[in-house]
């Protein structure tokens, strides 16, 4: 969706909120979102807090998120599903796995914990309006699209909506699209009906998606180029992990390969991490030597494979078997690194003067970021700009009470944060039960009022171009570790749960 279609969502929104609405449901939690981390939420609310009342509101067909909205060919995770999986839930495949295999691996976990009968699917949520008279969240839904509104009141809001549109990924306005005679292609949307045979492809862009597409196109088309404007940092491994191996050999239990991988896998992602700060330059030789040892000396791996930026600025992809550097090697792919002039009938003038040219296009150019949903939130009647909100920890808001945000990691496992927050919730949901409080929402306290207010990442930290686009839309971040998302899951996993509750910036009403 671009701004003007979140707009007319909005307004959309308004209009519903003055006409008459439909008999309304009542529950104690609603979910926005059946991807991964709404349904690990759903998973933890009904072990940790059963008698709960909750619904999952998801404006697709089917659960999955990320992992059915984007259909393109060979698509994986790039994470392994160790710690990409849910820490309840052994994980017993590759660690790289496909989109069918992730999917699955829900289904399983939505059958074995009848979560099933919580969600409701076609359900886009256009408003979410806090009444302080009632305690209440009153949220609207679109019914599939055909007009047809459901409206749902909640005590707690918890927003699993994750961080981008998946109606529509992002695109430059590149002089002379229209031009090209060919498709223009977005991974985000993938036709079904796109013949590669015999095609002269070109891919823009060097991230995972990239990463995945090179591979799988070489196979399928006549030659596939990535055409990057600079280069990216890539891991190579087995798409395997010899101690799994070697454990599932001693017949040892799932349970505990899951736990024994997760903690190896987890203790070599810090240990990784805290190198490419301590010693970048080692770690960059090391990455880029991986490179070399398949392309071979003679490749130009100084212009196409070695980045400007410290390792970790910006997520690594892993490259399993080598697949796409094998690709390259084959001569069936081929990697330019050159800027975009424009785009002509026949393909691509580059910067340098040099032509591209190709029958399909496809712009592998990342997400367009969305701060919760696209939703219109309101606060007894006042729009909600979330940009104007200071961040707990990257979970919850001041000003805006019961509602927590999932957002997780994007240099580890994304999902490693959907435990940690969901036990942060059921905690607190319980805390507030014993209180007796109907509402909680999170204040700076006197001594955090001078604190500087930044944005929602430290740039330092991660800074790749669909955050740094959006950043202004984004809540903000200060300088103490309780005022924003540090994005450290090694630090993360003692502190969350060691939150006091009853912490000044705590306010129970
Ligand atoms: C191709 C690809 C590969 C990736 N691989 C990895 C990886 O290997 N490791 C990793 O850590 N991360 C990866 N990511 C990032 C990934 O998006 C997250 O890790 C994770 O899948 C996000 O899960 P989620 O449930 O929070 O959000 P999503 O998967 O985005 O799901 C959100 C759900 O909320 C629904 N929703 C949104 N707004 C509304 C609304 N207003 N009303 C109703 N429903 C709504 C959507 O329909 C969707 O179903 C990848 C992303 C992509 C695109």
New binding site residues.
């Given amino acids: 969706m671009n701004t003007e279609n979140a707009q007319m969502?909005i307004e959309t929104a308004r209009s519903i909120a003055h006409s008459v609405s439909p008999a309304t449901e009542h529950f104690d939690v609603l979910i926005?979102?059946?991807?991964?981390?709404?349904?690990?939420c759903a998973y933890h609310l009904r072990t940790q807090l059963p008698g709960t009342s909750f619904v999952i509101?998801?404006?697709?067909e089917r659960?999955?998120?990320?992992?059915?909205?984007?259909k393109?060919p060979g698509?994986?995770?790039?994470?392994d599903l160790h710690?990409?999986g849910y820490r309840f839930k052994p994980w017993v495949g590759p660690p790289?796995a496909t989109?069918g295999e992730i999917l699955s691996y829900m289904d399983e976990v939505i059958e074995e914990n009848d979560l099933a009968r919580h969600i409701r699917y076609k359900?886009?949520?256009?408003s979410a309006r806090w009444s302080s008279d009632t305690n209440l969240w009153t949220v609207e839904?679109d019914k599939a699209n055909n007009g047809e509104r459901a409206t749902f009141t909640a005590s707690f809001l918890w927003m699993?909506?994750?961080?981008?549109?998946?109606s529509e990924g992002y695109t430059p306005d590149w002089l002379g699209m229209k031009d090209f005679a060919g498709p223009i292609v977005h991974?985000?949307r993938w036709p079904d009906d796109l013949d590669l045979s015999g095609k002269r492809v070109i891919v823009i862009g060097s991230g995972?998606?990239a990463a995945?597409l090179i591979p799988n196109l070489a196979d399928k088309c006549g030659h596939v180029t990535m055409l990057q404007r600079s280069p990216t940092y890539f891991w190579i491994g087995r798409n395997a992990i010899e101690l799994a191996e070697e454990l599932r050999r001693l017949q040892v239990d799932e349970a505990w390969i899951h736990e024994i991988v997760r903690r190896k896998m987890l203790f070599e992602q810090y240990a990784f991490t805290k190198r490419c700060v301590a010693e970048p330059e080692q770690v960059k030789k090391e990455l880029i030597s991986q490179i070399v040892a398949v392309l071979g000396p003679d490749y130009d791996v100084a212009t196409h494979f070695t980045p400007r930026y410290r390792p970790m600025q910006q997520?690594i992809a892993?490259v399993p078997d080598a697949d796409m550097f094998l690709g390259i090697k084959s001569g069936k792919a081929s990697v330019v690194t050159d800027e975009i002039e424009r785009f002509t009938k026949q393909g691509i003038l580059l910067k340098s003067g040099k032509t591209l040219e190709a029958d399909i296009i496809v712009t592998a150019t990342g997400?367009n970021l969305?701060v919760?949903?696209?939703?219109d939130f309101a606060i007894d009647g006042k729009p909600l700009h979330f940009s104007e909100t200071v961040t707990y920890r990257g979970m919850m808001f001041t000003g805006i009470p019961n509602m927590v945000w999932?957002?997780?990691?994007?240099r580890?496992?994304?999902?490693?944060r959907?435990d940690l927050v969901a036990e942060f919730v059921c905690r607190l949901l319980k805390h507030m039960k014993e209180k007796g409080a109907k509402k909680v929402e999170v204040a700076l306290r006197p001594e955090d009022h001078k604190m500087p207010l930044l944005s929602w990442i430290d740039p330092e930290i991660f800074n790749p171009g669909y955050l740094m686009r959006n950043m202004h839309l984004f809540p903000k971040r200060a300088d103490k570790p309780e005022w924003q998302h540090s994005q450290d899951y090694w630090t993360e996993k003692d502190t969350i749960p060691a939150i006091d509750l009853d912490d000044k910036a705590f306010v129970y009403g």
């Fill in positions: 969502n926005v979102g059946a991807g991964i981390s709404g349904i690990g509101l998801d404006a697709q659960f999955g998120g990320t992992w059915i909205t984007h393109y698509i994986r995770s790039d994470s710690t990409f790289i989109a359900h886009r949520v256009l839904a699993c909506q994750g961080y981008y549109r998946h991974p985000q995972a998606t995945t997520r892993f997400f969305c919760l949903g696209d939703i999932v957002f997780g990691y994007f580890a496992s994304w999902t490693l959907v």
